[in-house]
């Protein structure tokens, strides 16, 4: 498992989505097209980039369940192609599977199945299988965020949201099924903002964890140590600090979502306060697919990453 004291230089990497059935209602195709895939990755690896992680979702139709792909999902063959390109370019690949509550249209009927010993099943085929197609990758991406923030949006036509222990029991099965191969799990840190104390508590330091905070601006980063405030009053980026606090390795995800200026910015905080052993690298995204009317917002978000690479290695 990759851990603080092998990871030199820093990861760099680069949340890639041929889905959009993370986010919204069940996609009808695959939101990947060829050409922006080779030209993003082909970019990643010339600004120096040397991790692609990949959100897999519904964009593969996987041996062990292949009823909820895509209808032009990619086969586990082709799968295989694109990651051997990536590493013949320089790049890690690492998987994503997002197995928050909010998140889990990808999974079709089974993302109705929250909980229940039938998604148990499938969560961990679907991880035996994806470790094997990526030949035991370094890290594995859980997802697990916002499952706190979204289950009383409107915009959803079916939320499902775990509490208490519950949420825990699930949780750390899908850490445990990932650990089980030897390969070191990955969550997105948002239940840090709700659970504050319980989640030090009872989080393993051994999981990999993202904090975001994808503001230009980083409100308060000189006057102190308020506890974190609500999401919506945009404090997350303190959670940076109590992560640090309670010896968590971390990769800061920035985001040019609102503001090209926040991978910058991002940077900048994080290799202040976070202690160098634990800082492993960061992660930059765009939230948005592969198709040619993102082009340019996927390689702009490249040439940001690619100027916090150089500044970070001199």
């Not at 586990?76 to 051997?84: A, D, I, K, N, V």
């Not at 985001?255 to 690298?281: H, M, Q």
Request: charged share 20%.
């Amino acid at each position: 498992m990759m851990t603080g004291a092998e990871v030199e230089p820093l990861l760099w990497g680069m949340l890639l989505h041929p889905s959009s059935s993370w986010i919204e209602r069940k996609a009808a195709r695959l939101a990947c097209d060829d050409a922006v895939w080779e030209t993003t990755t082909q970019a990643m690896a010339d600004a120096g980039f040397t991790t692609a992680v990949i959100s897999l979702c519904d964009s593969v139709r996987f041996d062990s369940h292949p009823d909820f792909a895509l209808p032009d999902a990619w086969s586990p063959g082709r799968l295989r192609e694109e990651l051997t390109r990536l590493r013949s370019l320089g790049l890690t690949p690492v998987p994503k599977l997002n197995f928050s509550s909010v998140h889990s249209f990808w999974l079709g009927d089974y993302g109705r199945m929250i909980s229940s010993s039938v998604y148990y099943e499938v969560a961990a085929d679907l991880i035996a299988e994806v470790v094997e197609l990526f030949e035991q990758p370094p890290l594995f991406h859980l997802g697990l965020d916002e499952e706190s923030i979204y289950t009383g949006d409107p915009l959803y036509e079916y939320v499902v949201g775990r509490r208490r222990d519950l949420w825990w029991h699930d949780a750390l099965y899908l850490i445990d099924q990932v650990a089980s191969h030897g390969v070191r799990p990955w969550v997105w840190a948002d239940e840090a903002w709700s659970k504050v104390g319980d989640y030090y508590d009872r989080m393993p330091t051994s999981v990999l964890q993202s904090n975001w905070f994808y503001h230009p601006d980083f409100p308060g980063r000189e006057t102190g140590r308020p506890r974190p405030l609500d999401w919506q009053q945009r404090e997350t980026h303190l959670a940076y600090l109590d992560l640090d606090d309670h010896g968590f390795d971390q990769v800061p995800c920035a985001s040019t979502w609102i503001d090209p200026a926040n991978i910058a910015n991002t940077v900048d905080y994080c290799t202040e306060r976070i202690a160098p052993d634990r800082l492993l690298g960061f992660l930059v995204t765009t939230w948005k697919t592969l198709v040619p009317e993102h082009l340019d917002a996927q390689l702009a978000a490249v040439a940001a990453g690619s100027a916090a690479i150089h500044r970070t290695r001199g």
